[in-house]
């Protein structure tokens, strides 16, 4: 593994250069175009702190290529800045990327320069696998998905309880808000401000909203590839590794499976999974509170916790009686027994 170096040829975030405009070579076709003849690509992309270095490093040692230029959580430094580019510039919405605009020549160059770099010591004659970690990935997926085509995703999904009581990245810039919450034009969170500070102080709310929208989007793109989408949860690469990893491996066309196992497998820690056992009881109930539908969805609670309130204001009587009265039934309902009492009574 190499860590980035500004000076060794790295994508960097550059401005457009108007020069590039009319130059078909810049164009998101012509990217994907360049990389046709690579192997299909794998990428990992998870909510961070949910273990998918334990994942990149078992990539790494099974023969597939991870990039040039990584980090010490094993995220690729090249991908990133196109990444955070798309991310601050589009998403979520990537529609206006599908003509052939200033804007689709701009990007088409930052993924020329992306993954020229990223590819830098890998031999692209070969049929060598080839890949990337990146834990923001997923919010880039329908642009990487179109550069190349034939993509495989390894989504790694831990419990968010868990996920909720690790400390990342507060949501004070626009990238990290659209990471958040889908949008940069958020000021504030359910009365809550978007600050560091803030985010120390109760670090477990934010952690859950971003688990939320992070493996929710995760899987709602990754879907769309069908069988080229792998969802893996870390709790099983813990307490089955062998069997996980060989699946997720035999996934991603890895050529040595057996040897990365064996290496790998000392690593593997047990003692992170139900960490959020020894939260705060109170802390616990307000990230159930937050991530529930995904807990749900995702496994992760059996059933739901939550009971309605017992109060006559939220009661299903009351909730019936309004209902009726904005429908116009109620007062209909009781004309209809006065009207009955009255021919009775004759």
Known sequence: MT????????????????????????????????????DAPVMVCNKSHSGSRLLALLFAEAGIFMGAHRNASEDSLDVLALVEHLVRSYYP???????????????????????????????????????????????????LAYLFPRLRVVHLVRDGRDVAFCDHRAPDDPFWRKIYYDTDRIG????????????????????????????????????????RYLEVR?????????????????????????????????????????KHRRAPARAL????????????????????????????????FADDLLDRRRKGTLIASWRRRISRRGSGDG
Not at 10 to 25: E, S, V
Not at 114 to 131: I, Q, V, Y
Not at 188 to 193: I, K
């Open 234 to 274: 870390y709790e099983d690469l813990c307490t089955d590794f062998a069997a996980t990893a060989y699946r997720v491996l035999s996934f991603a066309g890895a050529p040595y499976p057996d040897i990365a196992i064996r290496r790998i497998a000392p690593l593997v820690r047990l003692t992170s999974v139900g």
């Open 3 to 38: 860590h980035f170096n500004p000076g060794s040829g790295g994508a960097r975030d550059r401005p457009f250069d108007p020069a590039t405009t009319g130059n078909d070579a810049m164009t998101l076709e012509a990217a994907r175009d360049a990389y046709a003849g690579l």
């Open 93 to 143: 919405d990537y529609s206006g990327l599908h003509s052939a605009g200033r804007a689709a020549r701009d990007v088409g160059r930052r993924a020329r320069e992306c993954f020229d770099a990223h590819l830098d010591g890998f031999d692209r004659t070969s049929s060598a696998p080839w890949g990337w970690k990146l834990c923001e990935s997923a919010y880039a997926l329908p642009i």
């Open 285 to 316: 109930q307000q990230v159930i509170e937050i991530a529930k539908p995904e807990l749900l969805s995702f496994g992760y609670l059996e059933r739901d916790p939550e009971r309605p309130r017992p109060s006559v204001r939220y009661s299903r």
């Open 188 to 227: 504030s969170w359910r009365g809550l401000r978007l600050t560091g500070p803030s985010y120390r102080r109760r670090s477990h709310l934010y952690n859950a909203v971003h688990w939320s929208n992070a493996v929710r989007v995760g899987r709602a793109y990754g879907s769309m590839l069908g069988e």
